[in-house]
């Protein structure tokens, strides 16, 4: 059986990295905001997918990912699972993940990201006749 995930949508804040000390094992999580192309509306809501990454892909990820970047990710969908308390009480929760195996940033930077370049005009100088 084969699991694989592509995926193409924008970075909704910069990347968090948790590094375990016990392992050493670096662990980078961000969300992606992926446009729903099923639906009739002008402008729907994205669909919010968490995305996780490990060790050196989680490096380069913490490196070159930003909030707003658009990206192409590739990886595995898995499920997690985790306790959260809802009225007083301890219920597991599951949720999708995506487990980040490639990417590529594509699209412009966002406006934040660019640097203020100074454009100066050229000036031509005429030849003599």
């Known amino acids: 059986m084969f699991n694989q995930i592509t995926l193409v949508g924008r970075v ?13 094992n670096k662990l980078a999580k961000f969300s992606l905001a992926v446009a729903e192309y099923s639906s009739k509306e002008d402008n729907p809501e994205p669909m919010w997918v968490d995305v996780e990454s490990w060790n050196g892909l989680a490096e380069r990820v913490m490196k070159t990912i930003t909030e707003g970047r658009e990206v192409v990710i590739t990886g595995r969908l898995s499920i997690s699972k985790y306790n959260k308390e809802i009225n007083g009480v301890k219920v597991e929760m599951k949720k999708p993940v995506i487990k980040l195996s490639g990417f590529h940033l594509c699209g412009a930077k966002p406006k934040a990201e660019k640097e203020e370049v100074e454009v100066k005009p050229a000036t031509r100088k005429r030849k003599a006749a």
């Open 12 to 24: 909704g804040q910069a990347p968090v990295a948790t590094t375990f000390t016990d392992t050493d």
